[in-house]
């Protein structure tokens, strides 16, 4: 479980990548065949992390890259992932990687989007 080992040394360290993290813990879950709430007493984070992260990985592509980058934060794609107007979601992204955003300005954008698609 030299994998295991090694992700839990990542994990700790202030500069790992999310979609990397994302995808080295679906790696260690399909390869070792481990369950969410396994992996999460492997690594010692909660099962909820586990899954929090491993979710990254059905973001839209667009989105996944700009958090590749690091030209958002992660508080900032999950408000961004519930958005499926692919449109709406590339409108966003893209004010939000040239000028920022906050989670709560991410959030406000969402609730703004939900607000549209009632009233549509």
Known sequence: ???IAKIHENIYRADVNPVDE???LDYLVKTYKLSS???AEQIGKSSSYV?????ILSYPDELMQALARGQIKL???RVFARIT????LHEYLRYAV??????QVA????NDWKRQQKGD
């Open 1 to 3: 479980m030299a994998d």
């Open 22 to 24: 994302a995808a080295y």
């Open 37 to 39: 709430q396994k992996l």
């Open 51 to 55: 899954l929090d992260r491993l979710s």
């Open 75 to 77: 508080s900032v794609a």
């Open 85 to 88: 107007d692919p449109q709406k």
């Open 98 to 103: 040239s000028s920022g955003v906050t989670p």
């Open 107 to 110: 959030e406000n954008w969402y």
